[in-house]
């Protein structure tokens, strides 16, 4: 099955790591005449293993069924953090705060020092979605134009809804439903704040 998925993997033009390496994405297209669009982006820290896991078997799965919807997979969003084993790109900034949300400008840096006392780990970067990797996410969301993503990560298990209010939330014991809030430079905050487009978080338990 993964032969397969590798065999339909895309590369959009600009799709690549601040060292070079392809930021690959998978399509796959429903049957269904009302089918939604999902985007499901993985591994945007690359130190969040148990998030590659999940993108790698929603791709071997999306082989094996006639989906409801219409799916787009970015398995690894930030590969030189992969390879790197860090959570933050090659320049060492985290791609999760680096895209252009309009108080980046005003409130990213200052956000960061007061909050995370200037944790390296959460640095917004040097210029609203300044980074190659954010780039590339752009022009994704702008090709695909989903109407729902889903952003995985590791390690605080629990399910994060940046999105409408939900009139109830299905329960899963496995995830607990909690909020995390959003951040300037966050994906919650640029795309449900300021575009209207439902993100779901999902923190899995590291394994």
Same mark, same amino acid.
């Given at each position: 099955a993964l032969d397969q998925v590798c065999e339909k993997v895309q590369q959009t033009e600009g799709c690549?790591?601040?060292?070079?390496?392809?930021i690959f994405h998978s399509d796959y297209a429903s049957k269904q005449p009302n089918a939604k669009k999902i985007l499901v982006i993985?591994?945007?820290?690359?130190?969040?293993?148990? !998030? $590659?896991?999940?993108?790698?078997f929603w791709l071997e799965r999306l082989q094996k069924v006639d989906a409801r919807n219409s799916w787009r997979i970015i398995p690894v969003a930030n590969?030189?953090?992969?390879?790197?084993?860090?959570?933050?790109n090659a320049n060492g900034i985290d791609l999760n705060r680096n895209f252009p949300t309009v108080d980046w400008s005003t409130d990213a840096i200052k956000y960061w020092e007061k909050s995370t006392q200037k944790n390296p780990r959460r640095f917004p970067g040097y210029? !609203? $979605?300044?980074?190659v990797e954010t780039q590339c996410l752009m022009k994704q969301l702008d090709d695909y134009k989903p109407d729902f993503v889903v952003s995985i990560h590791t390690p605080l298990k629990v399910l994060d809804f940046d999105g409408p209010k939900m009139k109830k939330k299905i329960p899963y014991s496995y995830l607990p439903w909690k909020s995390l809030g959003n951040f300037p430079g966050s994906l919650g905050r640029y795309l449900w704040v300021e575009r209207q487009t439902p993100v779901l978080t999902t923190e899995l338990r590291e394994t």
């Open positions: 690549k790591s601040a060292s070079g390496e392809p993985s591994l945007i820290h690359g130190d969040e293993t148990g !998030a $590659g896991s999940l993108g790698r590969p030189d953090g992969v390879n790197k084993k860090t959570r933050t210029a !609203a $979605g300044g980074e």
